[in-house]
Each structure stands twice: as structure tokens, then as C-alpha cells.
């Protein structure tokens, strides 16, 4: 594997820092993992399938399978915190940048599936609105019913079996924002509210555990690539109960109030825990991007060309203020709510949306080297 080049590792750190301030209060500052975004960065950018396509064709032959014979790499972005239980939608506004890391996985030559809970579906289909047609047919929407049995659609053994394709089909997994089982298999928000009983959560963790089961018993295949035989999973949290955050649950039990009940116990290989989920989610772009370009140095021959070679893969890579913004008032107006005000509001866990782009801007800056 390529090293990078120390101004690239430099960016990345910076970046972190930018994204690590605890600007919402909540003690998230202790569950930074050192030089986990900057890993989490390189398996992003440099993914390859892991199966070939003779093995991709050993896959169920279910129409929403995404296995595909140009052996593109599959990333399967779980999100949803219906952490709002007595409105519907009951989907927060943060999260919603798991629809910016779709587009850059797209923009890295990979599929992308978005997968999250029925109840917060009307959210995703206006977020996707705005994502251009080129990009979008290469980005599935996956919505699920809750377990419980207060869920209007029930569950069945199809969507278990479900979830058990999206696992074989991954080659990375990324968390972003998504509700995380704590210790008694529940979910709860920040406030202790339980979201199982209000029937607003699917297993969709259990992608990870049958990914996890998968890679393990393949990795000696003839048809897997030995290098690449373990899906990874890149988790995005800010408060603790977050999907992945189990890397850090003895510091969430001793630094989050009420972290006993509610830390999600599941542990992802590497975790970005940032003052806002989706300023993680920019700072994960960002890194990878500048990942991505600098191995895209090593293709091109006319030094010359280089530095603007790269800053045009990475400005391609980012989302814009524009977009995000634009992103943002789609999904209030499909009913969207901020988190911590429970307001149909364009905020993000009680922060003015300017503050957000206002992180979104410096990681901008960052990552072109303005």
C-alpha cells in the first residue's frame, strides 16, 4: 500500500481536529479514537472488491441484490436515528450527511446502498432529489420495517434474508448517526427514550454481525482476495448510542450521562466520533478524497499537472455548502425534525445550520489546501 505523503497525513489531522471540538457539550471529546479517521480514510479510498466475479455470481440471484459483474466495490452506508418518537418521521437532521458519503462513494467508482428504517424513508427520498442522475442510479435506497410488533408492516424471514445479501454483497460498512443497540438490545435516544418499544427500529445491525459471520468463513475461498477478506466497519457517532460506538463503551459509561443504559455495545474496527455525526461524515469525505487523489498522483506523469489534478478529484469528491443546504430544507419540508429541539427546523442538534457550514467550510478548506 502507497505511503502518504506527510502534507496529506497533516491535512487529515487537521481535519480531525476540526471536528473534535465538542461544540454540542455532551462529553463526546473523551470517545475520540487517535488515527482512526485517518484509517478509516485509507480503507475507504483505496476499497476493492472483495470477491471476483465468478463468486459474485454465487450470490442469490434476488432482483435486490447488488453483487455486479464489473466487480465494483460495495459499500453499505446504514443511517436512521428516529430518535423524534412522537412525530412522523420520527428522523433527525443529523445523519443525513450518510447521503454525501453515498455521492462520494459514487464518485470513487463504487455502488453505494443507503439503508435505514421504513419510518424514515419519505426523509431519504427527498435527500436523494437533489443528487444528480448519474450518481443517483448508482445509489439504492433500502428501507426496512421495525421488529416490533407495534410496526405497521411486519417482519418477515424475506427481510432477514435480506439483510443477509446486503451482508455478503458488502465490501465496507459505514455507520453513520445510526442507532446502536445498548446492552439489553434496545436503542434509545440521548434522553433514555426507548425506540424499540415506540416500534421505530429495524436489526440492521444484524448487516454487520452476518458480514462479520461471511467474510470470516470465505477469507480461505480460492475466489476471494486474501488481502481484502474481512468487511470492514467505519462507524460515525457524537452522543455514545450510536451503531459502532461499543469500541469506546467504557468511556461512554463513564463520560455520558446515563451511558450504562443507553451506549451501544456493537464495536466497528474504526470509529470517528465528532461534536456532530455529519461533521464526521465531511471529515470521513475529505479524508478519503485526499487519500483517493494522492494515489491518483502515482498514475499521472506530468508532474506539472498534479496539484491541480488532485484538488480537482478532492473538490469532486466534497460536498458543497450549496448542496448541503439545499439537502437540509428537502428533508424538513418531508418532515424532517433537529434532534434536540424536536423543531421542523433547518438546525442540527440545536446548532444554527450555519454552524455546520461553517465546519463543512473549513474542512473545505482544508482538504483544497486553501
Known amino acids: 500500500m502507497t505511503s502518504l505523503p506527510p502534507a496529506i497525513i497533516t491535512s487529515i489531522t487537521k481535519i480531525d481536529d ?22 478509516s480514510a485509507e480503507i475507504l ?14 450470490s442469490s440471484s434476488k432482483d435486490d441484490s447488488v453483487s455486479s459483474s464489473n466487480n465494483k466495490p460495495c459499500v453499505i452506508i446504514l443511517t436512521g436515528f428516529p430518535c423524534c418518537t412522537t412525530h412522523t418521521p420520527p428522523m433527525e437532521t443529523d445523519g443525513l450527511a450518510s447521503v454525501a458519503i ?10 453505494a ?23 443517483y442510479s448508482s445509489i439504492r435506497l433500502a428501507f426496512y420495517p421495525s421488529s416490533s410488533s407495534k410496526s405497521k408492516s411486519k417482519w418477515t424471514k424475506d427481510n432477514d434474508d435480506d439483510l443477509k445479501q446486503l451482508a455478503y454483497d458488502a465490501d465496507l460498512i459505514i455507520a453513520c448517526e445510526r442507532a446502536g443497540p445498548a446492552a439489553d438490545g434496545n436503542c434509545y435516544t440521548m434522553r433514555g427514550i426507548n425506540m424499540n418499544e415506540k416500534g421505530l427500529i429495524a436489526p ?7 458480514a462479520r459471520s461471511s467474510s470470516s468463513s470465505s477469507s480461505s475461498a480460492t475466489n476471494v482476495n486474501d488481502s481484502n477478506d474481512k468487511v470492514k466497519f467505519i462507524a460515525i457517532g457524537d452522543g455514545g448510542n450510536e451503531l459502532g460506538m461499543g469500541k469506546v463503551i467504557e468511556k461512554i459509561h463513564e463520560h455520558i450521562p446515563d451511558g450504562e443504559k443507553i451506549g451501544a455495545v456493537m464495536a466497528a474496527d474504526h470509529l470517528i466520533a465528532a461534536s456532530v455525526s455529519n461533521w464526521g461524515a465531511y471529515a ?26 488532485n484538488k480537482n478529484i478532492v473538490e469532486d469528491i466534497l460536498p458543497t ?10 428533508c424538513v419540508a418531508a418532515g424532517c425534525r433537529d434532534g434536540v429541539s424536536g423543531k421542523m427546523e433547518a438546525t442540527v442538534d440545536g446548532m444554527p445550520l450555519e454552524r455546520s457550514m461553517e465546519c463543512l467550510r473549513e474542512i473545505r478548506k482544508v482538504a483544497l489546501g486553501e
Open 18 to 39: 476540526l471536528i473534535t471540538t465538542d461544540a454540542g457539550g455532551r462529553g463526546m471529546k473523551n470517545l475520540v479514537v487517535p488515527g482512526d479517521l485517518h484509517a
Open 45 to 58: 479510498a483505496r476499497l476493492k472488491p472483495r470477491l471476483t466475479s465468478s463468486s459474485s455470481s454465487l
Open 102 to 111: 453515498a455521492r462520494a462513494v459514487v464518485k470513487m467508482g463504487y455502488d
Open 113 to 135: 446502498v443507503l439503508v435505514t428504517e421504513e419510518c424514515n424513508g419519505p426523509v431519504f427520498v427527498a435527500a436523494v432529489e437533489g443528487v444528480e442522475k448519474e450518481e
Open 204 to 210: 440492521l445491525h444484524d448487516i454487520v454481525t452476518h
Open 284 to 309: 470521513l469525505i475529505a479524508a478519503a478524497a485526499l487519500v483517493f487523489a494522492a494515489d491518483n498522483r502515482d498514475d499521472v506523469d506530468d508532474d506539472d499537472d498534479d496539484d491541480d489534478d
Open 321 to 330: 455548502e450549496e448542496m448541503e443546504t439545499r439537502l437540509l430544507h428537502r
